[in-house]
């Protein structure tokens, strides 16, 4: 018997890829679609997708996700456009399969784009690159701007190999881009609906890493709302019902089109997660900039006249692309989101210079199981099974645990530094925290100790965490046990060598603490010298648990029941039975009384299980017996033996008496 594991991952879940090759801003007013903008310069493909010769078929197709407010909620409808070149009136018809997906001939290459690329040759035509991933750029422009009806949401086009992701926003019928403020009577009381129907799409999950504990608004995965950076009076633009056209000139769409590169096997998973964490998030927020004062248009503007000089003037194009991202925020904010995602960091970019935004592709920090020889191959990722999320229903995934703690992924200074340059709301309650955490404390511990209170530690762990800042972990103590860790990057030993050696000048070397703790698993206290060592052995311990070079090794157990306390309570519920009993006693009672029995579920034991219970412990001490009963929830092998004494409030040992006590009874099996 071994203790349950978590449900394994999607073994490509487990290596970051955001197989992003490159993303383009579509803008349409009066005269038409315009691709006015797109990074890198030349989005190159590993495969030969876009460069075969022949016409390849194509699917679009658009699903509400419930974040336009001019779609209806819950649909899905198919767009396709049509064979020839798309002009201005942009991809075509709706379709009315709600699953269905039409498939086309895009055109592309027909007129030979591809080669000219290949080539070197520059071609320009009105200030715009003529060919991008192999298409024309006003057929492609065409194809990515659907119209209102045909778009709901989200927009996702494959062609071969290659999507176009994206999340289109439209002007609406009023010529607003958001809906209006309603206005409030005086007799009516403000509960705040309006304001937060308004502002709340925006705010979810636009922030900066530097967050408030209170007051801060939470996104639908934990993270904090909008961080503001205001700039001049930009908010004054606004008429008395908070949307205006100003600034927006003729435009009544904007796209930025995500193009992804998915394996086959990954490609919904992939899509997925690009569109919920990124794509979604970002066109919101971009939707909310354009209402307030025209930023998207002004930006397309000023990208549009650069395009015009650089054409006069013949500028070469990695000379324009360079003057545009200087000179252009929107442009310079979708290169840094490029880069960034591509590479699985988290994209910082700060829109209208009011806007700070934070985008991410959340990665795997730990693993529970180990990789098989058929799964890639991670090695360096934690590896526990301890669940870092709360136990109550009221938790859920949304608080860390009362009873973890935090680990550094970097030094508290630099942390620190970052947090002071932020100069926010928050950074004084954020920097008095991280102060105040030490791996050796939970969450608990520390709210006692620095006076936050424990829902604003748990919060602003949790956005530590998001932000790649920290892990949680259980508290580290010198009576636990670790051990190397199995999935341990072995090949990282040699820049980490020096790392430690400048870290521990005069404390053995590492390969000598990886040694000790290769032997036989025991208490990490025994390895420590001398009471005057413990404090910097427990440095050295946090130090090997932050490089993934170990792990805590912990304890499940198991009550079993030995065959002649089973036949003790069958014996003794036979002679309590009259001479003729009223009801027959439970199916189980005479069945396998030569067989041990295992007691799942001690905390929720049937009545059988009960009875068995009660005579193991007849004979040990009230205190035992009580103390028993309290830590039964935490013997079915769920639960790590080593956090009973932290989470019941029961010293360390009193939890080893109980379990002494009741060796007889217990089966034990160690995991990580």
Known sequence: MSCAQPNRLHHHSLTPNSCLIGILLITRSSVGPTLTFHYPLRPRLESSALTRSNSPTTSSSSE?????????????????????????????????????????????????GDDEEKSGKVKKKHGEYNHVLGFESDFLAGLLAPRMAAAKGRFEMSVDDVVFLGAPVHVRPDGLWRKRKKRRRKSEPD?????????????????????????????ENGETGLNHHHDGDADD?????????????????????????????????????????????FSRALKYEQAKDGYVWREAEKISRMKDQAAQKDTSFGELWRQILEQSNLAYAISRIYSDISQSKIAHVLLNNS???????????????LPTLT??????????????????????DVLLAKHFTLLFLEDVESILKEIAAEASESSASLAHFVKSVKPTLSFIQ??????????????????????????????????????????????????????????????PALPVMLSLLSGKPKPYVTFIPTRDHRGAYLEILTWLIRYSLVTQLRNFAWVKIPIHVKMAVHKERQMQMSPQPPEPIEDDVDEKLEEESFVLEPSRASGIESAWLEMCTRHQPKDVKI??????????????????????????REVRRVLVAMESVLVYAKHW
């Not at 419930?66 to 798309?86: L, M």
């Open 64 to 112: 509400s996700s419930g974040e336009d407010d001019d779609a209806d909620e819950g649909s899905r409808t198919t767009t396709t456009a049509p064979p020839g070149g798309a002009t201005g009136g942009g991809a075509g018809y709706a379709a009315s399969d709600t699953e269905s997906r039409s498939r086309y001939h895009s055109g592309r290459s027909r007129h030979g």
């Open 191 to 219: 509960n705040g609906e309006e304001e937060e129907e308004e502002e709340g799409e925006a705010k979810e999950n636009v922030a900066d890493w530097n967050v408030a504990a209170e007051g801060d608004e939470q996104g």
């Open 237 to 281: 633009e606004r008429d008395d019902d908070g949307d205006t056209l100003k600034g927006s000139g003729t435009m009544n769409m904007f796209h930025v089109v995500f193009v992804l590169n998915p394996p086959e096997l990954e490609y919904h998973f992939r899509v997925k997660e690009m569109f919920e964490y990124v794509v979604k998030r």
């Open 355 to 369: 806007l700070g935004l934070s985008l991410q592709i959340p990665i795997v920090s730990e693993i529970a199981v």
């Open 375 to 396: 799964d890639p191959q991670v090695p360096g990722l934690p590896l526990t099974t301890a669940n870092s999320f709360g136990d109550d229903e009221t938790e859920g």
């Open 446 to 507: 520390i709210s006692q100790q620095c006076g936050i209170q424990l829902q604003d530690i748990q919060t602003l762990a949790r956005h530590l965490v998001h932000w790649r800042k920290a892990r949680a972990i259980p508290p580290i103590h010198q009576r636990d046990t670790y051990i190397v860790s199995p999935n341990a990057d072995m090949k990282r030993l040699s820049s980490l060598i020096p790392l430690y050696a400048k870290t521990f000048p005069t404390l």
């Open 627 to 652: 103390l028993f009963e309290r830590m039964a929830k935490y013997l079915n092998g769920q639960h790590a033996l080593e956090k009973i004494a932290i989470r019941e409030g029961i010293s360390r």
